[in-house]
């Protein structure tokens, strides 16, 4: 009876490792990161011969006093604020040993009751608001720009679609942005629009584009797991090939051509597309800021921000985008686009050292979406089938990822290396509470 008590108690620590380890990676915690905490979390509790693996989405726990390997798959959950705020803290806590092994299932369960779901209509409009604020940013024209804040209510529902089932998930950005491109392109025939930029197409569907998947997975194989990177890079690419499948059947359905950047309607002409007048034209410049105004806003909703971090994270975003708008003219977007990134997670990290309740992850995550090329790439895979060197596509996209995934590893490092050394020049009220320090993350 003394063996099966010890076999259940060394269970209950590898079953709240791999439950843990799953919570991480919903919150969207690099491989390399879920798999330093779990194994700091077993050391720090005299467990060293734990084994902890990830391969992609499965994480593998081996206790060796328990003579059995447990496996599981993450579950695919969307966190709202609270709960991420609750894994980031839960996950800082175990890693330093402040949680025991035995007790990490009850404390994933209070993680996930924490916080509040966003209501259905924080859904439909936090989506609307991304792919409007993404709309002006990227710079397609005005009519589009209209159109997309409510094909974003469709995003929503297909987001929905993708929780159902694996089956479901696979095919809907296909189904998606087929759908949302028949729409606009319908729209486009009533207003006799003879010409659309691409950019117009990729924006109401930009909450699937797997920009951020794919910087991640390049941060993955840059940290030395090249399996789950790959893993993720070769699904990211998967996902693009489906949502330019999605957008040139409809354009196909339409009678419509991918010329370069533009796609040519078989109605209308040149004239009457100028004859729309200012509906045809692309915003200005300095509405860019107001387009990551509307990108931070939809984001909050989405994942239900309160209003005081959701101030914080816009702060970040919009600094980061003044940082790759002032820079690219002298550097170079993918440059510029790797500056920023540095920026914006330093900051976040920084909020983080005096204000725990307030991760990175959660704050620079909307800057993420800005910032990826996730737009781009799907813009460069449809432009490759109307006549676009492969090259010149594909070039600037992984110039980016790459840049991105430098960023971030330099602002991580910045944050370690500057504050220890400005912390005595900050007022004692006001410095981080070190005996509560933070989980290692990459974001």
Partial sequence: ???????RVTSG???????????????????????????????AQGRPDIVVSALGDQLIVDDPMDNCTRTALTSGRVLNYGQTRATTQLSAAASHGNVPLESLSDEVKRALAAGTNPPRWAIMLGCGLVSLGLGIAFDAPYWAIGISFFLGFISSAGMGAIKLTKRVASIMPLVLSFITTLLLLAVAALIQAHTIPLVALAVPVVILVPGAVITQA????????????????????????????????AVAVFGGRPSGYYVILPWGSELTTRALGWWATAPPA???WLGMLG???????????PWKPALLMLAVLEIAYTILTVCSPLMGSPIATGIAAAAALFISRSVER???????????????WALVPGTLG?????????????????????GTILAI?????VGALASELVHPHVRHLIPKKLRPNVTNPQAPTVL
């Fill in 405 to 409: 995934a430098v960023g971030l590893q």
């Fill in 1 to 7: 009876m003394g063996f099966g008590r010890g076999m």
């Fill in 354 to 368: 005096y204000s725990p309740a307030l991760p990175p992850l959660i704050l620079f995550r909307p800057t993420f």
């Fill in 218 to 249: 390049v941060l993955e194989i840059s940290g030395g797991d090249p399996i789950s990177g790959g893993g993720r890079l070769v699904a990211g690419l998967l996902t693009w090939g489906l949502m330019a499948g999605g957008v040139l059947l």
């Fill in 13 to 43: 620590k590898a079953t709240g490792l791999l439950e843990l380890g799953t919570l991480m990676a919903d919150a969207g915690y690099p491989v390399p990161d879920v798999q330093a905490v779990l194994r700091a979390a077993a050391a």
């Fill in 378 to 398: 799907l813009v460069g895979i449809l432009s490759s089938s109307g006549h676009v060197d492969t090259g010149d596509v594909a070039m600037p996209v992984m």
């Fill in 286 to 288: 300095w509405t860019g």
């Fill in 295 to 305: 990108l931070g806003i939809g984001f909050a909703l989405l994942v239900w921000f």
